[in-house]
């Protein structure tokens, strides 16, 4: 497939001039996408040049072209994958037939909502991370920033165009209510409860994209299974573009740890007191803030035993992550899974059918591949003498979706009276005070090179430029 054709209002890599009606549909719906980007999108951004990358191919070598662009002026378009005249259909029961070009009758309702769930999320963490330019720690995390906003921007674009393309009527009301909702909004929230917090400060937002991307990629990688090619096309071209959200989390919150570590040795102290005075954000802190997105995050994935994950796989919309790699029927009616529950105030493991508990298995995939990042955080510290390790906690603390909500359980797993979480709730979950403290610290950074007392700087630039590139121009 050629690169992308960007003389057109709409930059795409579908033959959108092919068909009249959906691209004057769609372009009716861009103009009311810019201004809910002037509204909700970054605060203050609307003059500056940022070093952006934009997708110019789907071709897995050079998708993506580096140059400052002014922000509004980005050309948010629709790439999918190239369609592969043979796949097949790998799972569930029409395993071995052509997957479908388009929405077949009996699966539209639960195509749609698996569409409709996924696009809200998109236009909804721009929505939540608006604020934070303003406190930025550099030109090069500034940047970051807004390249993660510009592409849940795009990501947004690839659903709208799925619901447009596929859906009819329905499907473009639907399209008009993601720029409807807001996070947080009192009258029309988002849809999952995540996209309704705050990401105040940008502590919050590298958890943000470490744990709550991640969520993205894992729900993508399931959806890029699809029988449902459009579907599948879309979101393999959108998990290129999620590494480097979650990049920015990974290694943002490991610059943090670096600089904290680096205070904690010149100090010589662990006192979270001491190391504030000296303007860096505690260890203990830091878990605080882990243990709130950790726990909120995996709630994203849904109720641990659900018919509807079952419906989804059987009729194969919705495969899980990694399907093709795995070696079972890839039917799964006669498997079981372990799933928790409390029996007289404690957790135990029960048996359950595996198509209804698909929502754990890829609750579970995620949280192996989080524990493993948190493992390179580890290794921060370890480089640096210090002998604190960050964890993640227990499946079932602080959760508020499916059989663990509405118990009280601590970090390292054990079932609590409310009198017992309420005494140590403080030392486990981000206190006022610690989200005060943390907002203290945010000022905006702007020369280029220069960073924020509380963090280190990156090992190296975005796209082999150097760290004190000019990532943004402020004009
Ligand atoms: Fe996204
Ligand atoms: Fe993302």
Redesign the pocket.
Known sequence: MSGINYSEKIPNNVNLSGDRTLQRALEHWQPNYLQWWRDMGPEASQNFDVYLRTAVSVQPDGWANFDHVKMPDYRWGIFLAPQDGLRKAHFGENIGRDVWQEAPGEHRANLRRIIVTQGDTEPA?VEQQRHLGLTAPSQYDLRNLFQ?NV??GR?LWAMVYLLHRYFGRDGREEADALLQRNSGSEDSPRILGAFNEKTPDWLAFYMF?YFT?RD?KFQLSALAESQFDPLARTTKFMLT??AH?MFVGESGVSRVLQRTAQVMNELKTEDPGSLRAAGVIDLQTIQRYINFHYSVTIDLFGADQSSNAAIFYSSGLKGRYEEGKRTDDHQLKNDTYRVLEVVNGELREIEVPMLNALNEVLRDDFIRDTVAGVGRWNKVLEKQGIAFRLTVPHKAFNRKIGTLAGIRVAPDGTVLSEEQWKANENAWLPTPEDREFVGSLMGRVVEPGKFANWIAPPAIGINRQPVNFEYVRFN
């Open positions: 963490s993660v592409e849940e990501h994209t991307d993205g573009e999620e959200h």
